[in-house]
C-alpha cells in the first residue's frame, strides 16, 4: 500500500469521518510545521503579508499550538507590514485562510482516492468496519465516484443514517417522563453522532458522551 492509502486505512479504523479525522491530523501536523520550521522562512512570512493568512477558527487552533515566541514574531511581522486603509481588497475582504485552502485540497485528494478504491471488496470491508463519512465528504466522495460505487456508498449510508434515526427516536422516547427510569444503551451520544453525520465536525468532540 501507498501513504495515502495507509493513511486512508487508519482514518477507516479511527475516524467518526474518515475524512474529518484525516483533515484534522493534516491540519495539526500542518500547523505544527509551519511554527516549528517557517517562521523565519521568507516566503511564508510574505504570503501572510499578502493576506494568506487564518481565518478566526483557524487562528483559535494556531493560538491553542504555537509558541510565545514564534506567535509574537509573526504577529509583530504582520502589525507592521499590513496596511489598515479601508481601501485595499485585502481590507474590504476576510483572510484568505492558508489552513482552509490546504485542508480543501487535501480532502479533494483524498474523496478522489476514496472513490477510486471503493471499487475493490476489500475496501468495502473497510469501509463497512467503519463509521463512515460525514454527509459533506460523502457528497465529495459520490462526486468522484462511478455510478456503481455511488449505489454501493449511498446504500451503506443510508443503513448508518437508519441506525442513527432509531438511536435519536430512543433518546426522545426517553425523555418522556413515563420512560425515564429506562436504562440508557447504544443511543448515548446518538445526537453528537448525528450532529458529526450531518455537518462534519472534529471527532474529539463527538466523543464526549452525553
Ligand atoms: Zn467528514
Ligand atoms: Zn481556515
Same mark, same amino acid.
Given at each position: 500500500?501507498h501513504?495515502?492509502?495507509?493513511?486512508? &486505512? &487508519?482514518?477507516?479504523?479511527?475516524?467518526?469521518?474518515?475524512?474529518?479525522?484525516? /483533515?484534522?491530523?493534516?491540519?495539526?501536523?500542518r500547523?505544527?510545521?509551519?511554527f516549528?520550521?517557517?517562521?523565519?522562512?521568507?516566503?511564508?512570512?510574505?504570503?501572510?503579508?499578502?493576506?494568506?493568512?487564518?481565518?478566526?477558527y483557524?487562528?483559535?487552533?494556531?493560538l491553542?499550538?504555537?509558541?510565545?515566541?514564534?506567535?509574537s514574531?509573526?504577529a509583530?511581522?504582520?502589525?507592521?507590514?499590513?496596511s489598515?486603509?479601508?481601501?485595499?481588497?485585502?481590507?474590504?475582504?476576510?483572510?484568505?485562510?492558508q489552513?482552509?485552502?490546504?485542508?480543501?485540497?487535501?480532502?479533494?485528494?483524498?474523496a478522489?482516492l476514496? /472513490?477510486?478504491?471503493?471499487?475493490?471488496?476489500?475496501?468495502?470491508?473497510?469501509? &463497512?468496519?467503519g463509521?463512515?463519512?460525514?454527509?459533506?465528504?460523502?457528497?465529495?466522495?459520490?462526486?468522484? /465516484?462511478?455510478?456503481?460505487?455511488?449505489?454501493?456508498?449511498?446504500?451503506?449510508?443510508?443503513?448508518?443514517?437508519?441506525?442513527?434515526?432509531k438511536?435519536?427516536?430512543?433518546?426522545?422516547?426517553?425523555?418522556?417522563?413515563?420512560?425515564?427510569?429506562?436504562?440508557?444503551?447504544?443511543?448515548?451520544?446518538?445526537?453528537?453522532?448525528?450532529?458529526?453525520?450531518?455537518?462534519?465536525?472534529?471527532?474529539?468532540?463527538?466523543?464526549?458522551?452525553?
Open positions: 500500500m501513504l495515502p492509502e495507509i493513511a486512508l &486505512e &487508519e482514518a477507516l479504523q479511527e475516524g467518526e469521518c474518515a475524512l474529518c479525522w484525516l /483533515a484534522q491530523k493534516q491540519l495539526l501536523r500547523v505544527d510545521t509551519l516549528a520550521e517557517h517562521v523565519n522562512d521568507p516566503q511564508w512570512r510574505q504570503l501572510l503579508r499578502e493576506g494568506k493568512g487564518f481565518c478566526a483557524h487562528a483559535h487552533l494556531v491553542s499550538r504555537a509558541d510565545v515566541l514564534s506567535l514574531i509573526i509583530e511581522d504582520l502589525l507592521t507590514h499590513i489598515i486603509t479601508a481601501s485595499t481588497k485585502r481590507a474590504r475582504s476576510a483572510w484568505h485562510c489552513l482552509c485552502e490546504a485542508q480543501a485540497h487535501d480532502m479533494e485528494q483524498m478522489k476514496l /472513490a477510486q478504491l471503493l471499487r475493490q471488496a476489500e475496501w468495502r470491508v473497510r469501509y &463497512e468496519a463509521k463512515g463519512l460525514c454527509l459533506p465528504h460523502l457528497r465529495q466522495v459520490l462526486m468522484n /465516484a462511478c455510478p456503481e460505487v455511488q449505489t454501493w456508498l449511498t446504500a451503506n449510508e443510508s443503513q448508518r443514517w437508519q441506525a442513527l434515526r438511536q435519536l427516536q430512543e433518546v426522545i422516547r426517553k425523555h418522556d417522563y413515563r420512560f425515564q427510569h429506562e436504562p440508557w444503551g447504544e443511543e448515548i451520544g446518538s445526537w453528537r453522532r448525528a450532529m458529526h453525520k450531518l455537518y462534519g465536525v472534529f471527532a474529539e468532540e463527538v466523543h464526549n458522551e452525553r
